[in-house]
Nanobody, 124 residues
Framework: QLQVVESGGGLVQAGGSLRLSCAAS????????MGWFRQAPGVEREFVAA????????SYLDSVKGRFTISRINAKNTVSLQMNSLKPEDTAVYYC?????????????????WGPGTQVTVSS
């Protein structure tokens, strides 16, 4: 059974940094896309970043480009999201997700497996 678990959320002041990690277990294939999404109260789940199975291709939400970096270690089935220069508007529950699809989709409905989420709060 495939499981996804996030870690690393917390409270940080504006301008600070956090690093989120995600571990996937029980994968049935070696090629899979991993992504990060976030959801604030009353707002639809939003794409943040995704990375291809090889790690060679990444995709970012425009508002986080240059501040967030997604990376992965396939040998450990892990993906990380380094978040720098955080802003209050980055406050949300952050979810890690994975899909066997290889298109680096920004649509959360195309990701089959999800972690429970981790809270990120940025104070002004």
């Amino acid at each position: 059974q495939l499981q996804v678990v996030e870690s690393g959320g917390g409270l940080v002041q504006a301008g600070g940094s956090l690093r989120l990690s995600c571990a996937a277990s029980g994968l049935a294939r070696t090629r899979y896309t991993m992504g990060w999404f976030r959801q604030a109260p009353g707002v639809e789940r939003e794409f943040v970043a995704a990375i291809s199975w090889s790690g060679d291709t990444t995709s970012y939400l425009d508002s986080v480009k240059g501040r967030f970096t997604i990376s992965r270690i396939n040998a450990k089935n892990t993906v990380s999201l380094q978040m720098n220069s955080l802003k209050p508007e980055d406050t949300a529950v952050y979810y890690c997700a994975t899909t066997y699809g290889l298109s680096l989709s920004r649509d959360w409905r195309e990701y089959e497996y999800w972690g429970p989420g981790t809270q990120v709060t940025v104070s002004s």
